[in-house]
Every structure is written in C-alpha cells, then in structure tokens.
C-alpha cells in the first residue's frame, strides 16, 4: 500500500508517493484561489509519474494522505478571516492583557471588543451579543482574566450563548472560551490563541473539508486524510485547531533535519529552507529542534513553545531592484507561481533571484522541474537589465552576480543572527541546505556564514513532506502549573495529568483508533533560579512525586507539563537508497559565473551518482527537481543516504 505525503507552499504543492518499493516526487503549482485544486493536481501529478490509469487507481492502493497546508498563515497574512466578537474583562479592552495595545486587535476591530465587570451577569449578555451581531460579528470569543485557575464566568457566558443561537439555527453564533483552547496562566497568551484558533477555524474546515469531501465524492476514497501539525505530528481533519496547523509544512522539513542530524551523529546543525518565496532558518541541537517559548505570529505575541522557525521573505520568486543608494535589494516583494520570475515567460517582467541564477549559468533551460518547463533565458535578461543592470550601469551577468550574492548575504545574516542568540560558534555547525533552492546556495551561504560543511539531501526539494511522512498521529497536550516539584506541587501536577491522560483518550477514541495501541509520553518544562529553562522527559509510572521528579533530573519550578499521545502509523520509506560508489562521475560541462568569474562547470545529473562519487567544484549536479551547485574550491561527496556532503577542498 502507497503512503501519500502533500505540503502546499507558497509557490510550488510538493507531493511524495511511497510503498515498499518505490518512491516518487512530484511539484505542482500552488492555486492561491482554492489549495484543494492545487491538492487534487499533486495527486494527479503522483498518480502519472507512477504510472496508473487515473487517480481513483492510486487511491484504491493507498493506505493515508498527510496533507501540511499555508491555510493558517494566509488567512492571518492576508486578514481575510471572518468579523470577530470578543468578551474580556473590563479595562483591558486594548492591551488584551498585554502591556500596550495588542496586535491582534488587527483581527477583530476594537469596536467588537467589550470589556466585562466580574461576576458577570450572564443574561446581560444576550444583549451584548446582540449589539455585536449588528456589526457584522459572526463568531465569539470569550476570554476573562484568571479563566485558568477558574473558568465559572467563562463556561456560563459560552452555556447561555449557545443556548440562545444554537447550532441548528441559520443565525448560529459560535462561541469559543479562551480556557478550552489553552491551559495558561497568561491572560493574553489565553486571549490570543482564542482569537487566532476562531479567526482561521472557518476558512480552514472549509478547505479541508472540501478535500475530504472531494475524495471520497469523486474517489470512493474512506481512508484517512490527515493534516500535518507543528508539533510534528497528524491527525484527521475533526480533531484538528486551526492553532496546530501554523507553519506545519516547513516545521515538517525542521523534523526531517533532526532525523538526519541523528543518522549523521551531528550535535549543532542549522536548518536553511529556501523555497519560492520564503526562507526558513532553524537550529536542532542534539537532534531535536529548537524551541521558541515566546514565539510572535504575525506580530501577535504567544507564551505557548513552539518550534523557533525564523522566516525571511527571500525565495526564488523575490523580486530584485535597486535603491537610493544603488544597492540591490531583493524582496519581499516575489512574483509567486503566477506569474512567477521572467524566465517562465508567463508575463512576469520583474527581475527575480531565479532569472539570475539562470543567467550565471546555474540553471538549465530545459530541465526546469525536470523538464515540465522551458526557461527563457532572454526574458530574464531583459528583466535583469531594465531593472538592476541599468540602475547599476552594470552588465547584465555584474547585475545577476550582485542579486545572487545579495541572497546569500541575506541567509548568512540571518544564521549568524541566530547562532549569535543561542550562543553556539559557526564552527561547531554544520548547514543542512534543502527546499526547492536550497540545492544552489549551500555552499555559499555556508562560506559567508563561516560554517566548515555542508549537507544537501536526495529528497532536498520535497524536505518537508518526507519530513511528514516521517510523521505519526499525535495529540500535545499542555497544561501551565508554574509550582515547585514539592508535595503541593506534585498533587497539581498529577491532576494536571490525569485531565489530560483522559482528553488524550477520548481524543484517539475519535480519531476511530484503538487506545491500547496509543504511547503517552511527558515532560516538564523547569526554570532554574537564573532564568533558565529546561525540558526534562518524566516516565509515567504510576503518580508522581517528589523522589520520582528528582530522579529524573527534575530541579526549580514546574512551569509546563507536555503529554504527547502517539500512535503509530506504521513504517515509512524515508530515503532513497545509494548503491554502488567509489567511482569519479564523468560529466559533461557549460560555462558558469561565480563571483564574477567565469569558469566552466561540470555537469551531471544527480542520479548519476552513487555512494562515495565526488565532484569537484566548480560543478553544477542536477536533479529532476532542484540544482545543487559545487562552488569552486568545494566538493561534494554522496553518501550511504543518498545526500551529498559538501566540504572545502582540503578542509
């Protein structure tokens, strides 16, 4: 049986199609308008390179779909979600909580925020709910201050709420209590998963449940669909929060990064993600992801970890120019998929970063996406020249070089920022480079970041989606405590658990799955007396005490319990393997610009190489989906995975 895994991205969907034989990836256009088109298209497109009959053959042979999707940050990108209600507590109808007035206000409107003496009076309510109606409010939120230690004023507005717009009314009004989305003591980080979860709930269902409704409509299809989470892990489309799904497909790529960080025994590797629009920038540490305990969405700030992915508007499709000061700036401005940079003669005219690489040499026309697209080569240096070169009063191939050298400054900065603020030396990192153009810039954001080496993957331009189809069925559950590891603290935590053990329960009883299969693990999240905090994993032996807390390094105040209940999918292909090796690959060579110097390269296709071949650069290796460029005075060496290893020659 296939497993089939989809992440749609900015620019290009990628899929990965997989039995126990055979392994294929495809890209496909993202459709902005409507993502299931660009879903059912990668479907498509995976059920051709495989050779069946039509798409209905493919799914009659499949076990999952895991499905990772941009809904989320679209919708609060482009502020396209529904008109929001919110009750708080009165006095802090701008601050939400926070110190100044929030950001999320851009989600609602401070006309739909109303501000509540406590006790509330429940059936006051009604007529505020009214008021909100007339302002064109169709979903309400409801978060009070200290809801975490008692909810009372909370349960009994959303009780009296639902009762007079039930569900089954055209005029429904839904309503949504900050202490059910969230186990938090903040009252704004309380406040403002609330407003995010009901602000992208709608758009979301909507989406996803048009997929699962089209495959089952038009397939016959009754198995599961799946949606990726940032915790790295799945679950069906009815047990999914809108909150799960930020960011999920490139955090999918963080958690392929930490499986090969493990395979190679690296301790410090940086994560580099470029695609057609964005550029992704994470660390893992001892093979798992870094956490942000602070993390800001879209300017709204959270005090829930999440995993630290620190995202430029760097892709292939941004658009080059020139400033003032007759700089090239790039970004963040892209031309997406549609029309896309100038080279697809698709009506873009602007200068993008892929018109450059193609003019240095780094690209080949014909074997764009494995030939499912021409390049041309004259439309991008008539955008290159009437939009950075005669600005410049450079060349077109001085103005390509300064755009692509742009780019690799910009990803560097934003490394050495990063490692800056974790305090780990460039030195003891090494780059995992991926994503649709992370191929091309390995080596040289590796020397202007000062990293030793480098790694590009086999499947390095569908990262994310073999990072997904890594991934298990997985519910999180956290619970704030903030208590010493003492007999009060303990007692609390137990608790804590126990609600939660149960909900993770109930959670997999509704995902159809049996619960005996279900693996519960914990860890607590402890702040030491100077601030630090640390996660400590906890076994589940029965109740907790102090002793058992102490024995697993458990020290300093308690501040988050983490339950994660997993059940297990099955086995999954995660590589390619690379036979044979020890040979020099004979390729063939075209003339390329690096640094402004001409050189000419060798070419060869990557799957001509096996484990153990190196190349020399300067070389330029190409794969049916990406480019990986070996810059003069690096090779690269294939190894047992499948990867490529780039060094410094000599180094």
């Known amino acids: 049986m296939y497993t089939i895994d989809i992440d749609v991205g900015g620019t290009l969907t990628d899929g990965l199609f997989g039995n126990a034989e055979q392994l294929a990836s495809v890209k496909v256009d993202t459709t902005p308008h409507d993502l299931t088109a660009c879903f059912l298209d990668c479907l498509q497109a995976g ?88 302002r064109g409010v169709r979903r309400v ?49 309380r406040t403002h998963y609330a407003l995010i979860n009901a602000y992208v709930h709608g758009p979301l269902a909507d989406t996803l449940f048009k997929a699962e409704d089209r495959l089952r409509d038009e397939y016959g299809w009754k198995r599961q669909l799946l949606i990726g989470h940032q915790n790295g892990g799945v679950a069906r489309v009815a047990k999914t929060r809108a909150v799960d799904t930020i960011e999920s497909g490139p955090t999918m790529g963080l958690y392929a990064s930490a499986e090969f960080a493990r395979r190679y025994g690296l301790q410090h590797v940086v994560a580099l993600d470029i695609g057609g629009t964005t550029a992704k920038v994470s660390l893992i540490s001892d093979g798992t992801p870094s956490l942000n305990r602070a993390p800001v969405v879209f300017d709204i700030p959270l005090k829930m970890p999440a995993p630290d992915v620190f995202s430029i508007a760097l892709g292939g ?137 480098a790694y590009v993957f086999d499947l390095g331009a569908v990262f994310s989606v073999l990072g997904s189809s890594l991934a298990d069925i997985m519910h999180v559950y956290e619970h704030a405590l903030m208590v010493k590891a003492d007999k009060s603290g303990t007692a609390r935590l137990n ?61 300093g105040q308690i501040e988050m319990a983490r339950l994660r209940a997993v059940y297990a999918i099955g086995e999954r292909v995660a590589t390619r393997p690379a036979a044979g090796g020890g040979r020099t690959a004979t390729p063939t060579s075209r003339s390329t610009i690096w640094d402004g110097s001409s050189a000419e390269a060798s070419v060869c296709p990557w799957d001509s190489l096996a484990a153990g071949d190196t190349v020399a650069g300067a070389a330029v290796i190409e794969g049916d989906n990406t480019t990986y460029l070996v810059a003069p005075g690096w090779q690269l060496q294939k190894d047992e995975f499948a990867n490529g290893h780039l060094t410094k020659k000599g180094g």
């Open 141 to 189: 939120c409801i978060s009070l201050a200290g809801a975490f230690s008692d909810a009372s004023d909370e349960q009994g507005m959303k009780a009296v709420i639902e009762q007079q717009y039930p569900d089954h009314f055209l005029g429904a009004v839904p309503a949504l209590a900050g202490s059910d989305i969230c186990k938090h003591p903040d009252d704004m980080t």
């Open 317 to 453: 499709g941004s658009v080059a120019s020139v400033d003032s000061n007759s700089q090239v700036q790039l970004g963040p401005k892209s031309m997406g998929a549609y029309p896309g940079p100038a080279c697809y003669d698709l009506g873009g005219t602007e200068a993008t970063l892929t018109d450059a690489a193609l003019l240095l040499g780094y690209l080949n026309p014909d074997n764009f996406l494995g030939g499912a697209r021409v390049l041309s080569a004259e439309a991008a240096r008539e955008a290159i020249q009437a939009h950075v070169a005669a600005p410049l009063g450079a060349s077109v191939e001085a103005a390509a070089t300064q755009i692509v050298n742009r780019a690799a400054d910009m990803l560097a900065e934003s490394i050495k920022s990063r490692l800056a603020q974790a305090g780990l030396a460039a030195s003891d990192c090494a780059l995992f480079a991926f994503g649709g153009n992370g191929g091309m810039f390995a080596t040289s954001v590796a020397a202007c970041a000062g990293l030793a080496s």
């Open 47 to 134: 059920a051709d390179q495989l050779g069946f009959d039509d798409l209905g053959a493919l799914l009659a042979e499949t076990q999952l779909i895991r499905w990772s999707t941009t809904i989320t940050t679209n919708v609060l990108a482009e502020r396209s979600g529904p008109r929001l209600g919110l009750f708080v507590s009165e006095g802090n109808e701008h601050s939400l909580y926070g110190q100044d007035s929030s950001p999320a206000l851009g989600l609602l409107g401070q006309d739909s925020v109303i501000g509540l003496k406590q006790p509330v009076d429940q059936q006051a309510v009604l007529t505020l709910v009214k008021s909100l109606l007339e």
């Open 495 to 555: 608790e804590a658990l126990i609600a939660m053990r149960a909900e993770a329960m109930r959670d997999m009883e509704g995902e159809g799955l049996d619960t005996a299969q279900v693996q519960l693990t914990l860890e607590l999240d402890t702040c030491k007396p100077d601030g630090a905090v640390a996660t400590k994993p906890v076994a589940l032996n029965g109740a907790l005490d102090a002793k058992s807390l102490k024995a697993s390094g458990v020290d």
